[in-house]
């Protein structure tokens, strides 16, 4: 037999969460052709003997869409053992864009350092797909570029022009080989939307056997409506549904009934599953706490809008994401460049600091950042690892990033994005060796094998004959994150080595500078 590749005498956890076995893989061009013992020799022979070899690891919930095509790298990614992600999340997105002024705001990474040439999902996939990712990318089309491309940030539900406008750029997507649809009601840009217009976009989501992934309306106290709601809008078009991040920030008993929503739904044969990142903190805009009224706005209009007494009045009683928690005790602001001695202090203690209150302090830093062009972030503190373990333990969860693809180098150094660097191996670390709810083989089958059979992705998730040669070896007992809550921006450790689609990424450790990932399209 005559091979590219062989990866001998590892620990092979095929990814189906079956008990792992030593033996040899076998590849040549770009797929598994042979598993156990392997003869002849291959063309790049590797020496796995005391390492873990397994299917690469998905990422159900990345928002890499911008950071992907400015830098295909993807080093906190690959250096972790993913090697497909799946973009398009939480509403957010690079395409449709019909006003790119608007469109930028909920594209995360966006740095204003390169253009967004492309307006629709061929245009974008094309591009993404001509800078040769280093991983896989499965794409959503995100409900929040629907809405700004037919409605602005139009706080109310869309009428008859705008949905089925929106119903045709949906359907457009679909046919240009997205995955599903997305929505992030929490956002400014999706408040206004009702469960009936996202209800008839979802019908042309089941007619199509995609996916539908949500970030919720409500994730603080009013979570277990918002959860039921999903269940309900999927069940009623007929789609799958994929709850994002689903644990709330209310504490364990709201997230354990909405856990309990998720296996009533599956009791009576609703195809539900829900993913979560992996870190104590949620992460998002600080401008997110503005109302769409504000957002919608041109830079100018908003900083004088928010220097007006009355319209922060009206802001203050406004509940949005970074607001909803009721303390800002729990709110950090990250590393910015707009007050970077305000960075990693809580705002109650920048309120103090100022003289103020931590309201007024978070409203005259969106005014300054404005003023910058800047878009600084906040950490929401919201979990517990104990609670985090509940959460992963259920067979339903798998875990995810939620984050953008980065690197310590080249375009964007220096930038951050919790989970970016440490999700899958925290979890790795987390669920196996420190918490010991889960075998090696379990894991991985949560990384890899399920987030595929929820993705519909059949040539993948698995070590078996015929799959595409996503494949990665690590030590199972250095396995772990370097990156800390403020310093996250630190590649993982113990991945040794990465293949995509039959390429070696990643060989001891150390990146090849060779990248194979494909844009992978649905077919219908």
């Known amino acids: 037999m005559s091979l590219d590749i062989a990866l001998r005498n590892g620990e092979v956890c095929d990814g189906t969460g079956g008990r792992a076995s030593v033996c040899d893989v076998g590849i040549s061009d770009g797929t ?35 950071t992907l095509v400015a830098d295909p790298r993807a080093l906190s990614a690959i250096h972790q053992g993913v090697t497909t992600e799946v973009i398009g999340n939480c509403g957010h997105g690079c395409f449709p864009i019909r006003d790119q002024n608007l469109a930028k705001r909920i594209v995360y990474g966006y740095d204003g350092k390169m253009p967004l040439p492309w307006r629709g999902p061929g245009e974008y996939l094309a591009d993404l797909e001509a800078s040769r990712p280093a991983v896989n990318v499965v794409s959503l089309v995100p409900n929040g570029q629907l809405r700004l491309a037919t409605m602005g940030f139009a706080d109310r539900p869309a009428d008859q022009n705008a949905l089925s406008e929106m119903k045709k750029l949906l359907a457009e997507g679909l046919e240009a080989g997205c995955w599903g649809y997305s929505t992030g009601l929490e956002y400014a840009s999706e408040q206004g939307a009702d469960e ?15 996916l539908y992934a949500t970030h919720t309306r409500n994730r603080d106290e009013g979570a277990v409506e918002t959860v039921a709601e999903a269940i309900r809008t999927a069940r009623n078009a007929g789609a799958q549904l994929q709850i994002s991040h689903l644990m709330p920030r209310g504490g364990r008993e709201v997230t354990m009934r909405c856990m309990d929503l998720v296996d009533e739904a599956r009791a009576k044969g609703d195809p539900v599953w829900f993913d979560m990142h992996t870190r104590l903190y949620g992460f998002t805009f600080l401008s997110a706490m503005l109302p769409p009224w504000v957002v919608m706005e041109p830079p100018d209009r908003q900083v004088a809008m928010l220097g007006d007494p009355d319209i922060r009045a009206r802001i203050r009683s406004h509940r ?43 409203i005259d830093i969106i005014v300054d950042s404005i003023k910058d062009g800047q878009s600084p972030m906040v950490l929401l503190r919201s979990y517990t690892e104990d609670l985090q373990a509940e959460v992963f333990s259920h067979h339903d969860c798998v875990p995810a990033s939620d984050a953008a693809t980065l690197g310590p180098d080249g375009p964007f150094a220096g930038s951050a994005f919790m989970g970016a660097y440490t999700w899958a191996a925290w979890f790795y670390r987390f669920m196996v060796r420190d918490r010991a709810l889960m075998t ?46 403020f310093e996250p921006s630190q590649l993982a450790f113990g991945m040794r080595h990465v293949i995509v689609n039959g390429v070696a990424t990643l060989l001891d450790g150390v990146t090849t500078e060779m990248r194979a990932g494909a844009v992978l399209r649905r077919s219908h």
């Open 196 to 210: 009936n217009e996202i209800t008839e976009l979802c019908r042309i989501v089941g007619k199509a056997g995609a």
């Open 32 to 66: 598994i052709v042979a598993v156990g013992r392997v003869e002849g020799r291959a063309a790049m022979e590797i020496d796995c003997r005391g390492l873990v070899v397994a299917p690469g690891f998905i990422d159900i919930h990345s928002h890499s869409d911008y």
């Open 440 to 485: 090696p083989a379990e894991a991985i089958h949560r990384l890899a094998g399920k987030p595929a059979r929820i993705l519909g992705l059949t040539d993948r998730g698995t070590i078996e004959v015929g799959k595409k040669a996503d494949v990665v070896a690590f030590d199972a007992e250095a396995f772990e994150e370097r990156g800390t809550t």
């Open 320 to 362: 949005s994401i970074v607001t909803g928690m009721n303390d800002w005790s729990l709110v950090y602001l990250t590393d910015n460049d707009t007050r970077p001695d305000l960075s990693r202090k809580a705002f109650s203690e920048i309120g103090e600091r100022l003289d103020q209150d931590p309201f007024d302090s978070a």
